[in-house]
């Protein structure tokens, strides 16, 4: 077979990726004859998922001379390739077909390469909003982050900053449900003296505790585990689990907040809005003729 141009081999690819079924023969057909193109070799092609944003759309990065050069959709995936190539293709037969990926997804190179992505741990080096780092190891960040001290000592700040070994204060899960039920007694109280008497209950009932307390005056504040806060952005099944137990069950802070992104914003409430429509028409339809 003849060897391809650049245009008839960019025209037989972009074809392919709207033709559907005929992509896999149309861009193993653009491919043939290109044994020395090296981005579509599989030795030089990484697998991986994208994480531009909180969809995670399956990824191939292509490798020219070792730098990613080009990032398209996994042909093996339905969220990138419809209908997906049979997960025993040849390897060889993959690297040459190419899935579709948004432009923000393609735009991962720039993520990778940009000279400021942020690659090690960065740590204050000068008064808060001087805007000075110094880089340090994970090691020394995760010492610092679990056992705390006066990490700033060498900045002139002789402060204590408590690490997450000391705000594990409370560890007992029943005595943590036995104040929960008392805090909520106080709330629902209105009248200002019996609830200045049951804050004074509690502080008799817990009293071997409360060291352990942000404020003891203002139980509600719960205790010193809920100085930490765990927030995330992009937070899906797996990795939630894992998230919600360690803060939430493990170490018994309620301070777990999340939000979003954009794509992953729009992808939700446009794919809730559909799938609601559609039950509600489903459920319209069904109950204005049943029998």
Known sequence: MEKLSRRELLKLSGAGA?????????QEASAQGMEAYEIQLPETTIYSSCLQCNTGCPIKVKLYEG?????????????????????????????????????????GIQTAYDPYRIR???????????????EISFHQAVKEIVEGGKLFAHLGDERHYPGLKELWALKDPEVMNRMAQAVR?????????????????????????????????????????????????????????FIRWFFG????????HGHTTVC????????KARSCQELCVRVCV??????
């Not at 709207?18 to 149309?26: F, I, R, T, V």
């Not at 990613?68 to 049979?86: C, E, M, Q, V």
């Not at 090690?120 to 110094?134: H, I, N």
């Not at 069904?286 to 029998?291: D, Q, T």
């Open 18 to 26: 709207l033709l559907g079924p005929l992509a896999l023969s149309l």
């Open 67 to 107: 730098v990613a050069s080009k990032i398209d959709g996994n042909p093996l995936s339905p969220w990138t390739f419809r209908p997906h190539l049979p997960l025993n293709t040849p390897v060889d037969v993959v690297a040459k077909v190419d899935g579709a990926l948004c432009p923000k997804g393609q735009a």
């Open 120 to 134: 090690k741990v960065l740590k204050r080096a000068g008064p808060r909003g001087s805007g000075k780092w110094e």
């Open 185 to 241: 007694a106080i709330w629902a109280e209105k009248n200002r003296e019996k609830k200045q008497a049951l804050v004074a209950k509690f502080k008799e009932v817990f009293k071997d505790y409360l060291h352990a307390l942000i404020d003891p005056d203002h139980p509600d504040l719960g205790p010193k585990n809920n100085q930490v806060v765990s927030a995330w952005g992009r937070l899906k099944a797996g990795r939630s689990d």
């Open 249 to 256: 069950q493990s170490f018994g802070t309620v301070n777990l």
């Open 264 to 271: 992953q914003g729009s992808m939700y409430f446009t794919g």
């Open 286 to 291: 069904r109950g204005a003729y049943r029998s």
